[in-house]
């Protein structure tokens, strides 16, 4: 069966907002003890309530921001690891989202495990431009897609593997590497809810939805996850 380990992506609801996901899909039950929690405008990561350890990455409990938001005319930002926060700092020119992701991702590498997971990050600036990006062992790169398809995300994963051999993607183009899905919803629940369905080894999911501002009081993004346990 094929495994994709943990998915970042983007793309356009039914009502053509700007949305990005995130996922994690695990290979056994043993590791499983992950969850993803919601706040105003942030989805993080944490281990289930009572855990020692984090068998799903080999390492110590890790806690850390999968999808951030800036709520004031600002972008979206997801990553399957602690260099999400140094993706949300990006704010230069859009023009330059890609080389400035993969110089974040280079300085970061890919994940100390034994499987050498890469590290995965997206950004939507809520005008139809997503920005995907990757680091593994061997090689980094990112990609710009602009005006999606409404109803359909465009994503990338750590894994090409199976459930036996995970193993992180080998390729000479982006595009090699994206995928995209029908993914059906105008909320982040409903977002967060259908890319769960993608995938029988998901354990969490998560989504970001641009909604805009009609009162000051109200936020830009709005924020979901989905949880096998809680």
Known sequence: MAYIGEVVGGGRTTKGKAFLVYGVSVENNQNRLIKAVSDSDTVRISPLGGSTTNNYLQLPPLTYNAIQTMNIGGEAFAGNGLHTDDVYHIHDDPSEYASELCKILKGWGAKPDKYNTPRIAAINDRKYRIVLGIVTSKSVSAATFKDTDRSKAILISTYTGNTVTPEPPVFRH???????????????????NSLFEVDPNFVCTAAAVYRGVKYSS?????????????
Do not use: C, M, S
């Open 218 to 230: 109200v936020l830009e993004w709005e924020v979901a996850v989905k949880n096998l346990f809680r």
């Open 174 to 192: 982006f595009t090699d590497i994206t995928k995209t899905i029908d993914i059906e919803g105008n909320t982040a629940q409903e977002l967060a």
